[in-house]
């Protein structure tokens, strides 16, 4: 078993930005990839990006290229989201997952509780 515990979420103004946090306890933290996704209400969950164990490979949705940064520490059992330039659309539950990488929820078997952003206008 993992467990996953988000921070960081807020309310933001646009253009802001955001680093969220997942700490991660429980079983060997750094043997798995680690993905963030993002729900809004009346949506489905989505893939927002995602890194390896090792950190060096990473993914992203197109929506967050160039503006978002995902990265961890295994040291710290820690994965980070970096988010810049904030857009209304950003606004979400965050949530953080430890699987084997990928773009889907279906290659996650362990997930956090979320964290809420939003983003003002």
């Known amino acids: 078993q993992v467990q996953l515990v988000e921070s960081g979420g807020e309310l933001v103004q646009v253009g802001g930005s955001l680093r969220l946090s997942c700490a991660a306890s429980?079983?060997?933290?750094?043997?798995?990839?680690l993905g963030w996704f993002r729900q809004s209400p009346g949506k489905e969950r989505e893939f927002v990006a995602a890194i390896t164990w090792t950190g060096g490979r990473t993914l992203y949705t197109d929506s967050v290229k160039g503006r978002f940064t995902i990265s961890r520490d295994n040291a710290k059992n820690t994965v980070y989201l970096k988010m810049n330039s904030l857009k209304p659309e950003d606004t979400a539950v965050y949530y953080c997952?430890?699987?084997?990488?990928?773009?889907?929820?279906?290659?996650?078997?362990?997930w956090g509780q979320g964290t809420q952003v939003t983003v003002s206008s």
């Open positions: 429980g079983r060997t933290f750094s043997w798995y990839a």
């Open positions: 997952a430890a699987g084997v990488l990928g773009r889907t929820t279906s290659s996650y078997d362990y």
